[in-house]
T-cell receptor, first 116, second 113 residues
């Protein structure tokens, strides 16, 4: 089975532009979460989506938005890019079946976004 | 808010044991994780422990959890050069209908041949 896949792997944008990042979860997983990892830091929680609905949001501005599709894949959109948005964006999938023995997050390799 | 803290750097000789420590603040954590990140790569789930356990062993990895002190450690036996990476401690909280994982800053493990 394929793991969590993300595209693109690398992206270069300029300030003020918009970007869309994509994620496909592990087959059978219904929940997708997005994390931002700035160089030298641990990942920070942005969103969690389950069954196409936003279930939780971290401390990120409204420029960050996401959606989940019927096949459980997800897009992260960032508008009006700032230099500080340069980071590795990680997608994670989980079953979200409320079974404590299965609530583990599996991460993709990430999309490295550079804002110039 | 939730906070996870860990030391920044650890250097060990190949064949020795490595112990990476972590403290967390959230008493409602359900799972605690250790992730490994190699340069230019995503996060690899190494091991995890449920919050009602004290210890978990998985081959060369031993996780110890002191829930009273909110202290988590990862011991890597017979450390190899391939273990050189950044190790993240993280805790999972189920809150208000969603899961949130809070990560530490990461401990860079350097293995000296």
């Amino acid at each position: 089975d394929a793991g969590v896949t993300q595209s693109p792997t690398h992206l270069i944008k300029t300030r003020g532009q918009h970007v869309t990042l994509r994620c496909s979860p592990i087959s059978g997983h219904k929940s997708v979460s997005w994390y931002q990892q700035v160089l030298g830091q641990g990942p920070q929680f942005i969103f969690q989506y389950y069954e196409k609905e936003e279930r939780g949001r971290g401390n990120f501005p409204d420029r960050f938005s996401a959606r989940q599709f019927p096949n459980y894949s997800s897009e992260l959109n960032v508008n009006a890019l700032l230099l500080g948005d340069s980071a590795l964006y990680l997608c994670a999938s989980s079953l979200m079946g409320w079974d404590p023995t299965n609530e583990k997050l599996f991460f993709g390799s990430g999309t490295q976004l550079s804002v110039l | 808010g939730e906070d996870v803290e860990q030391s920044l750097f650890l250097s060990v000789r190949e064949g020795d044991s490595s112990v990476i420590n972590c403290t967390y603040t959230d008493s409602s954590s359900t799972y605690l994780y250790w992730y490994k990140q190699e340069p230019g790569a995503g996060l690899q789930l190494l091991t995890y422990i449920f919050s009602n356990m004290d210890m978990k062993q998985d081959q060369r990895l031993t996780v110890l959890l002191n829930k009273k002190d909110k202290h988590l450690s990862l011991r890597i036996a017979d450390t190899q050069t391939g273990d050189s990476a950044i190790y993240f401690c993280a805790d999972l909280m189920n809150s208000g209908g969603y899961q949130k994982v809070t990560f530490g800053i990461g401990t860079k493990l350097q293995v000296i041949p």
